[in-house]
């Protein structure tokens, strides 16, 4: 496992007069100088426990599904060899960055300390002597962990409800669409007409009443939660501590989109004018109801909880650590659905005509009534499982 030493060979070293925490990233070379780095100076049994306490017998229990990537954990974690066709596959992998958090002084720790690497990258975190304070915790969301520390104690009562949480991410929530536009008003009724030299004939025609809105767009899924990583805690030397709580779950479902919301409706038709003839006229024709505002659209299903891809082990130094190491387990639950759009506001009424000699002008009417709220969404479908805590003494 990382170490000082190790850091050192890699370029990363400390003042000794000043030996100030680290934080930065660096380069492996190939597969093989990352198995070097990960060797915690296990025996080939050793490693094949490691191996099959993190990812199970075959690496395919806890989301190893691809060949080449079980093939490579076999090999870095593992006692089991690489094949040539799996380097070759791996090659382009590399350079492979990986965030590194080092401190040589004794650290405590107050509140959450974040280990996660902000593009999911390995992190490595090693660290001397650590003392929890009420309130303090190890995050790494989504990321693998390599913990490496010396001592590990805590001066207080657990103030936090874990030490450290190895989790997974929510799923996305997806933008709500667009509102659809209204279309133009709907049409005029006609003028009216004279039947022959003042004699008034019909009246302004009847506006044409306004067309529905468009209904809104239907809303997406919420997104497949990111699944928590495999995380390797060892503690070398010491824990004065009654417990060591790992608290563990991989990623919720995301919430689902929520749905547009519907367009308003069309604007009714004015009225037809009327028209004077000679001594008299006739009426204008009476604008038309605006239409009714469009359905919303469909909330968005939540998203599915996704699997831990890995487990967690945690290495002690003595056989009756064992037992202070207590797991907290957690399932990540789908997403909810998003909200239903808002039904479209209801069309403007269309004005009425105006009026011929002698006669009135034609009624204005209403704006039509608002649209239907969007259908319901469904939550998702599956709760993803979370990681196994193993405890195990280190040899």
């Known amino acids: 496992m990382t170490s000082f030493e190790k850091l050192a060979e890699l370029g990363i070293t400390f003042d000794p007069d000043d030996n100030q925490p680290v934080s930065t990233t660096v380069e492996i070379r190939d597969v093989d100088e990352l198995r070097w780095l990960l060797d915690m100076g296990l025996d080939d049994h050793d490693r094949l426990a490691h191996f099959e306490a993190l990812f199970g017998a075959t690496g395919a229990g806890e989301g190893l599904n691809d060949q080449v990537i079980r093939d490579i954990a076999a090999y870095t974690v593992g006692d089991a060899p690489l094949s040539e066709s799996a380097r070759a596959a791996l090659a382009p992998a590399f350079p492979l960055r990986i965030n590194v958090t080092a401190d040589p002084q004794p650290i405590t720790v107050s509140a959450k300390k974040d280990l996660t690497s902000s593009d999911g990258t390995p992190s490595i975190a090693v660290f001397s002597d650590v003392t929890m304070l009420p309130g303090g915790y190890f995050s790494c969301v989504a990321s693998t962990l390599i913990f490496t520390c010396d001592t590990f104690a805590r001066a207080k009562p657990i103030g936090s409800e874990y030490d450290f949480a190895i989790v997974g991410k929510v799923g996305s929530k997806p933008t709500k669409p667009g509102t659809p536009g209204a279309a133009g008003q709907a049409g005029s009724g006609g003028p009216g007409e004279c039947s022959s030299g003042g004699i008034a004939g019909h009246g302004g025609g009847q506006g044409t009443p306004g067309a529905t809105g468009t209904t809104g767009t239907d809303a997406n899924r919420g997104g497949r939660g990111t699944p928590s990583q495999a995380a390797t805690i060892w503690i070398k030397k010491s824990i004065s501590a009654p417990q060591l709580v790992v608290y563990t779950q991989s990623g919720p479902g995301g919430q689902g989109g929520d749905g547009g919301d519907g367009g308003k409706g069309q ?22 109801a605006g239409g009714r505002g469009g359905k919303g659209g469909r909330a968005g299903d939540g998203g599915d909880g996704v699997d831990a891809i890995g487990n967690i082990t945690v290495y002690v130094p003595t056989a009756a650590a064992l037992g202070k190491v207590e797991p907290v ?28 000699k002698h006669n009135d002008a034609g009624s204005s009417a209403g704006a039509g009534g608002p649209g239907d709220p969007g259908n319901r969404g469904n939550a998702g479908d599956v709760t993803g499982k979370p990681a196994d805590v193993v405890p195990m003494l280190h040899p």
């Open 329 to 356: 387990k957690v399932g990540a639950p789908p997403g909810e659905p998003g909200a239903p759009g808002a039904g479209g506001g209801g069309g403007d009424g269309g004005s009425g005509g105006s009026a011929g």
């Open 267 to 288: 604007q009714g038709g004015n009225g037809g004018n009327g028209v004077r003839c000679g001594c008299t006229g006739n009426a204008g024709g009476s604008g038309a």
